[in-house]
């Protein structure tokens, strides 16, 4: 079974340019989540979808950051324009909730953003 | 207040010796499932453990072990026989229902294994 999958890796672009990030989920998995992580900081919710909805979008900085989850399956998330205080690590994570599973999240390896 | 505490940035352990990675957690959800991640250098973030709240036995998984106190509302991880490839950082997660299933990450511990 193939985890999820994230690209690009690395990206260095520089301030006020537009990046954006794309993720695969697990086969299956029926909820994304979008975590951005700074440099010795737990993981924080940038967004949730269930299928294609957003279900949990508090936490985005709607004003420079969206999302999309077009059928729900792979989604993009996209910074324009991106502010020195963007650069870290953007994670993805993909889950399924059923009686069987304990629900946990499966992370992809990461984005690793840094803005100059 | 913070819904998952991790109060050790940084611990050291000798090889082969046994550590207790520390975490707490606030909810008053009577439903609620505890995680333990590992992160490596490389970036990606590996499920270890889990712990259901309604759980009655600690969980275990081969050298991974849940101290699961629920009235004291921690949930401990304990690595034993560590091994150089236990370094890493280590988060303690929680997933709530009642805010919709969303996950709770604590600021982590960095472990570190001494040869």
């Known amino acids: 079974e193939a985890g999820v999958v994230q690209s690009p890796r690395y990206k260095i672009i520089e301030k006020k340019q537009p990046v954006a990030f794309w993720c695969n989920p697990i086969s299956g998995h029926n909820t994304l989540y979008w975590y951005l992580q700074n440099l010795g900081q737990g993981p924080e919710l940038l967004i949730r979808?269930?299928?294609?909805?957003?279900?949990?979008d508090s936490q985005l900085p709607k004003d420079r950051f969206s999302a999309e989850r077009l059928k729900g399956v792979d989604s993009t998330l996209k910074i324009q324009p991106a502010e020195l205080g963007d650069s870290a690590v953007y994670l993805c994570?993909?889950?399924?909730?059923?009686?069987?599973?304990?629900?946990?999240?499966?992370f992809g390896e990461g984005s690793r953003l840094t803005v100059l | 207040a913070q819904k998952i505490t991790q109060t050790q940035p940084g611990m050291f352990v000798q090889e082969k010796e046994a550590v207790t990675l520390d975490c707490t957690y606030d909810t008053s959800d009577p439903s609620y499932g505890l995680f333990w991640y590992k992160q490596p250098s490389s970036g990606e973030m590996i499920f270890l453990i889990y712990q259901g709240s309604y759980d009655q036995q600690n969980a275990t998984e081969g050298r991974y072990s849940l101290n699961f106190q629920k009235a004291r509302k921690s949930a401990n991880l304990v690595i034993s026989a560590s091994q150089l490839g236990d370094s890493a950082m280590y988060f303690c997660?929680?997933?709530?229902?009642?805010?919709?299933?969303?996950?709770?990450f604590g600021t982590g511990t960095s472990l570190t294994v001494i040869p």
């Open positions: 994570a993909s889950s399924v909730h059923s009686g069987a599973n304990t629900g946990e999240l499966f």
């Open positions: 979808y269930e299928n294609e909805e957003a279900v949990d």
């Open positions: 997660a929680m997933r709530e229902p009642y805010t919709g299933n969303q996950f709770y």
